[in-house]
């Protein structure tokens, strides 16, 4: 039995009505929701179904991923009736009053059965996917925000309830981390220890408290348990039918997006390591020169997975590079085996999207051999505390192994990047437009899809962000070489993969930190070469320098201003630029330019806010 006291918010702390504190919904903070958007939010799900049909022909790969495509419908028809039964109490509660429900006033025992019934579709539906669950319900019915507390008030015990009012909770806006704590996931595991979808949650919340270890453990849980029970019904299935089930069923939980939620966390707690050592050695700096402290937010600024309001570059007085050499050197193999981790199961997620693109072979696919020594007892140590999944084979290091410079590297890499833009053509206009011509305009959008290109891909929402991760991942690896030959994979499968007409362009953050990054090392690459042109040329020349630079360097147009907010080469008034970033850019910036100055003293430390300057 399940205690009042253990399940009753705490009041006490929470802000008054009257403070300027601005209260949401928890799950409204969640990552990756940006990716979620498109028109499968609003559309009836009788042209969703339809459009799944379309989708499924057998004949050719299907533009959108059927399995993410079949449960979001399953989600928006959970939601969409737990909505009706709220708004079902509603009405009833003024039905003598005019307008209400036909059926007059509801008792009070009818609506709290009425709540636990829309309470146990909204648990089925965060269970399946917490992510676009989380986008839908920001826009259906206000009243689904508090029915799950409701139900708690009278009966406490109610599991669905717990688990619902844990996303529906309010707290302060953009205090994630400071506001929330496991205990009800905590509560929900140990009554149904067996249920995948909990220790998901639970291992999301642990990412983003910056408990990487606890959630390393979740996550290897959860991805035990599914894999366990999708074997048990298919053995089911084999009895019953005699053929091979569906091992996407539409009730779950996605196993494959287990993989890519526990890659995020490896390279979010790759992140955390860089970014404490950097922010202690900066610190240590600050206090010896007796520079200006910066006034610090009480607000724990996720380094990764959130925009940070806190943090400002420009606040930032860097310390001498080989300060912040000397430090990262001991954290050299922590990252590279977690950057590793996090690429194999990145890799092990887009494996269930097809495309007719030649496989990309990771170079540590198979072992390599190492140049440079490395403290082996040392990682041996770390990979053994982390409690590995046993699939992860712990490959031959080759970190430091040059195999581009910075110059080289961006001389190569493309002048235009894909941005984090919102793109809207007319055709996706005009079929929002006319509802009663949307199932033949998107049903042709989607058949249009599998002959328009020689290539074809299978889209999934979460695409771009992996694409892109991975892109950052071998940043940390500082193998500028294959982070090439991704950047030209990245570009292919930009143009086979669309998610139109059920989502809209994924905004990634990822890729918004890719592309600082790739700036950041422009910027500093050429002010390298104007600094060493000065030295070696004449006054009167000095005019040809930073443009001989820029042409050496392949930077066309970075001194002259973005226009119209869309970044490089952004010149289309009909793209909207997403232009957070996180300090993520920073961080590996300085990860890169610190473990390089040791061949190169003329690398400086350039904070972000410098290297998006016009």
Known sequence: MISQHENTPNLKNQPSESSNVIMICRNKHYPYIASYHGPWLTLPTELLQSLLSINEDDNSTPPIDPVIFRKLIKIRELVDEASDLVIKISSGDSGGRGGGWRGGNISAVRQQRLRELAVSKLAKAYKIDEIATSVLTMQSASTLDDVALKVLKKTPNNLDAVYVHFFHEKIPSRMLSSCTTSSPLDLVINHQPNTPE?????????????????????????????????????????????????????????????YFLRAACYHQYAISILDSTIKSVTDSHTEKTGAKKVAKSNEKCNATLLPSTAYHASDIAPAPMEKYRMALKSCVDQVESLARKSIKDYSHFLEGYKTNLPAFLHPFAVPVNAIEEVNEEKSKEFESS???????????????????????????????????????????????????????????????????????????????????????????LLDFKTCLQWQERITKLYEIGDGYPIFLTARSMSQADYVQVVKGLRKSELQKSITEWKKNSNQKSIERGPTAAMTKLNIKGTSEPAKNGAGDGGKDTKTRQYPLHTKRAETILVWIQSMLSAEDDSLTVCSVETLTEA
Not at 420 to 431: C, F, K, M, P, Y
């Open 386 to 476: 982390l409690e590995e999944d046993s699939e992860l084979t712990v490959v031959q290091s080759s970190f430091g192994v040059k195999t581009n410079t910075i110059a080289e590297f961006i001389s190569q890499f493309p002048t235009k990047l894909p941005e984090n833009n919102l793109v809207i053509s007319h055709a996706q206009t005009e079929s929002h437009a006319s509802c009663n011509n949307k199932l033949c305009k998107m049903a042709s959008s989607l058949e249009q899809a599998r002959h328009s290109h020689p290539a074809l891909g299978t889209y999934h929402p979460l695409l771009v962000e992996s694409w892109h991760a991975i892109g950052l991942n071998y940043f940390l």
């Open 198 to 258: 909990f220790y998901r949650t639970r291992a999301m919340i642990k990412c983003f408290r910056e408990e990487f270890k606890e959630s390393l453990r979740d996550f290897k849980t959860a991805i035990t348990l599914a894999k366990k029970r999708r074997r048990a019904e298919c053995q089911l299935d084999e009895l019953q039918k005699g053929s091979k089930c569906d091992e996407a069923d539409e009730e779950y939980c996605c196993e494959n997006q287990l």
